[in-house]
């Protein structure tokens, strides 16, 4: 069966086809799932690499009785009694500053109306907010990166082992803005399955050996003007990790500032007219004026062969969506060493990751 074909089956069946799973998401959130006959919604996390899952007791003692009927991802309750805060309890932090704190659960996974087992989860029974969003509730999490080394294995490794999918890879396919995020993430396969032009680059990753997190280190970052002057910066000892629970392209505050000047500096020289930028918040804007100026980023990294790979972010990923005067940017400046590309990189290219090879493979969408 050719590539198209699989292809055409998962998207029009949504059910396991041959050890692949295909889910759809919209804004990054992945329904169709339960655990436990508990519908529940889960936001997909390449930053992280464990599931976690809202429950139902502690967050209705939180947010008062009732209240999981109006929480978007949906509570899990125990099928049976059970005493979650008895258990070894563990905490993780997130990028964002948010915090988890759960113990451990198993439970029947459903995923498109159909059962694949019993996998391993994170039971919420703790959250400490993002502090630009202090009423922001806890929501469920699939995370997709390596994982722990201690056995709490993301759901792709879970299924992987039990014999579900074909290979411990996966693959996301989002060729729209980076404000609507929507697309299919598919378990089991790290190539084929969406509409993406030739050729295939593989770059390499920093593997499991060195972190869970599915990064690489990056060489160089820069920007091409609208009229073709580049600009680059090397760099040493900084890695660039690849995370759909980013919605910004995040970068160090020292290399958000150079990027920021440089922007502008193309920006102003190309249009011949002064643009600026301005922020609310945490949120930057520019100018809708200098839009049609703005330059193309670039981050240089590694192929598997050695060879190096820039990655192209286009202004229409990373500065949009515009009313009459500004354009929102995709951009924010993080007191981390580290760059986090977020959803801007994964609406520009289609993103396969083969986990025991370590690396990720990309190809930049045909629409």
């Known amino acids: 069966m050719s590539l198209l074909q699989v292809y055409h089956i998962v998207t029009t069946t949504a059910l396991l086809v ?11 959130v992945i329904s169709s799932t339960a655990i436990d006959e508990n519908p529940l919604k889960f936001t997909m996390d390449s930053g992280d ?4 899952v809202v429950y139902s007791d502690w967050y209705e003692k939180k947010y008062g009785k009732g209240a999981c009927k109006s929480l978007p991802s949906g509570c899990y309750t125990c ?3 059970c005493n979650p805060y008895k258990k070894e309890k563990y905490t993780v932090a997130f990028a964002s500053g948010m915090m988890y704190e759960y113990s451990l659960q198993k439970g029947n996974l459903v995923l498109n109306g159909e059962s694949v087992g019993t996998v391993e989860f994170g039971l919420i029974i703790g959250y400490s907010p993002r502090q630009a969003y202090p009423n922001e509730p806890p929501f469920n999490i699939m995370g997709l990166d390596y994982g722990s080394q201690q056995g709490r294995y993301p759901i792709h490794r879970q299924l992987y082992i039990n014999g579900v999918i074909d290979e411990w890879a996966f693959r996301i396919c989002s ?3 980076p404000h609507e995020f929507k697309g299919n993430l598919i378990l089991g396969v790290s190539q084929g399955a969406c509409p993406a032009r030739q050729p295939v680059t593989e770059i390499q990753l920093r593997g499991p050996s060195v972190t869970a997190k599915l990064d690489s280190s990056l060489a160089t970052f820069g920007m091409v003007s609208s009229k073709g002057a580049t600009f680059s910066q090397p760099v040493t000892q900084v890695t660039i990790v690849y995370d759909t629970g980013a919605h910004p392209i995040v970068l160090p505050r020292s290399i958000f500032e150079i990027v920021l000047n440089k922007m502008v500096e193309l920006a102003s020289k190309d249009s011949g007219q002064d643009i600026h930028v301005k922020t609310s918040g945490v949120v930057w804007y520019v100018q809708k004026k200098g839009f049609d100026h703005l330059p193309t980023l670039t981050f240089t990294v590694g ?15 990373y500065a949009t969506p515009c009313d009459e ?6 951009l924010y400046p993080s007191p981390a060493a580290g760059i986090i590309l977020g959803r801007p990189f994964f609406t520009t290219y289609a993103t396969g990751f083969d986990l025991p090879a370590g690396v990720m493979q990309v190809q930049e969408y045909t629409a």
């Open 18 to 28: 041959h050890g692949n799973i295909n889910l759809p998401f919209v804004d990054g």
């Open 49 to 52: 690499g464990f599931t976690y």
């Open 79 to 81: 099928p049976t009694k």
């Open 175 to 177: 060729p729209g803005q």
């Open 303 to 317: 192929t598997s062969g050695g060879a190096p790979f820039t990655i192209r972010i286009p202004l229409k990923k």
């Open 325 to 330: 005067s500004w354009c929102t940017l995709w």
